[in-house]
């Protein structure tokens, strides 16, 4: 069995712990029982067991995009031109404070501390909020 590394994708606290792999299926999870890492070998009950949507049938992989009233798969760069192009859109004809981002509990402080960067340096606005309930 081989072990993997990762960072819960639960909370922002930054958990660590091994997916345990065989193939390619993750068939478990081991606490990072490492006394630097900021979880020292515990887990909460979604890190420990909130594994097995990893291989959902039914998990999104690849964007969708709306086109004549249906949503069809679309590549990244499609998905993201097609973002950014709206965002342009919307700051010309109604100004920066038009948009506004909504960052997650689930983010790392690093994900959300570039999220309110993007909007506050790069789109123009201050319209940023957090869902903070760990």
């Not at 998990?59 to 499609?78: C, F, M």
């Not at 983010?107 to 909020?129: F, I």
Request: glycine residues 8%; hydrophobic residues 35%; neutral net charge.
């Amino acid at each position: 069995m081989k072990q993997v590394l990762t960072t819960c994708p639960y909370c922002g606290t930054g958990c660590t712990f091994y997916l345990n792999v065989e193939g390619d299926q993750v068939v478990g999870v081991t606490p990072n029982d490492d006394p630097r890492s900021v979880n020292q070998g515990i887990l909460c009950l979604k890190g420990h067991f909130g594994y097995d949507f990893i291989d959902r049938q039914k998990r999104l992989t690849t964007p969708l995009i709306r086109k004549n009233g249906e949503l069809v798969e679309a590549s990244w760069d499609e998905a993201i031109h097609l973002v950014a192009s709206k965002m342009k859109e919307t700051i010309r004809d109604y100004g920066p404070d038009a948009l506004a981002a909504f960052s997650s509990a689930r983010c790392t402080n690093e994900e959300n501390y570039l999220m309110q960067k993007l909007m506050r340096a790069v789109v123009g606005t201050n319209n940023v909020d957090h869902c903070a309930r760990l």
